[in-house]
T-cell receptor
Framework: DGGITQSPKYLFRKEGQNVTLSCEQN?????MYWYRQDPGQGLRLIYY???????QKGDIAEGYSVSREKKESFPLTVTSAQKNPTAFYLC??????????FGQGTRLTVV | AQSVSQHNHHVILSEAASLELGCNYS??????LFWYVQYPGQHLQLLLK??????LVKGIKGFEAEFIKSKFSFNLRKPSVQWSDTAEYFC?????????????FGTGTLLAVQP
């Protein structure tokens, strides 16, 4: 089945560690997005990519990094520079004339 | 800069009441517009979308939205809400109309429907 797969579903990280969240899609979509969802703040855009080997910062990119080496994959690294990384992270993709399709999300907790 | 505003953060209604949730965006050109819903403990689900054509868009579960270009608005409506409509609702805008452009969400409106 076509869709977006995020892994892992739950992730625990110690303070000071970097951690990478995986996002894979088999929808042949060009654009991919990473959002952070916090209660009362909606979905805030971290990074997005319109094409392979290119990506742009969203509204809250500080402390995060991404890569887009393959069309299907858009991993997000939460670095130790991110001051408040505990959150629910959503990956999405869009195609021509389609809405955003979302993964199941990764809940990251810093311990 | 592109932005989306949802003015109602919390809405409480009784069953059978009518619903209208506001959504305004800031972008002067072509836009694609979306409303998503997130039921408690569940993931985002698309309610409806607007790309072009008839500005009155009908979605699932009896929801509709009207695109008013002059007001930069895309308000969500439902004539009679049910308890099962209790959820958080998000408006989203993709500026420029391109499939790969930046997609921005509002902060959400939490709707509670009382039986």
């Amino acid at each position: 089945d076509g869709g977006i797969t995020q892994s892992p579903k739950y992730l625990f990280r110690k303070e000071g560690q970097n951690v990478t969240l995986s996002c894979e899609q088999n929808l042949n979509h060009d654009a991919m997005y990473w959002y952070r969802q916090d209660p009362g703040q909606g979905l805030r855009l971290i990074y997005y990519s319109q094409i392979v080997n290119d990506f742009q910062k969203g509204d809250i990119a500080e402390g995060y990094s991404v890569s887009r080496e393959k069309k299907e994959s858009f991993p997000l690294t939460v670095t130790s520079a991110q001051k408040n990384p505990t959150a629910f992270y959503l990956c999405a993709s869009t195609g021509r004339y389609t809405e955003a399709f979302f993964g199941q999300g990764t809940r990251l907790t810093v311990v | 800069a592109q932005s989306v505003s949802q003015h109602n953060h919390h809405v409480i209604l009784s069953e059978a009441a009518s619903l209208e949730l506001g959504c305004n965006y800031s972008y002067g050109g072509t836009v694609n517009l979306f409303w998503y819903v997130q039921y408690p403990g569940q993931h985002l689900q698309l309610l409806l979308k607007y790309f072009s054509g008839d500005p009155l868009v009908k979605g699932i579960k009896g929801f509709e939205a009207e695109f008013i270009k002059s007001k930069f608005s895309f308000n969500l409506r439902k004539p009679s809400v049910q308890w099962s409509d209790t959820a958080e609702y998000f408006c989203a805008v993709r500026a420029g109309g391109g499939a790969t452009n930046k997609l921005i969400f509002g902060t959400g409106t939490l709707l509670a429907v009382q039986p």
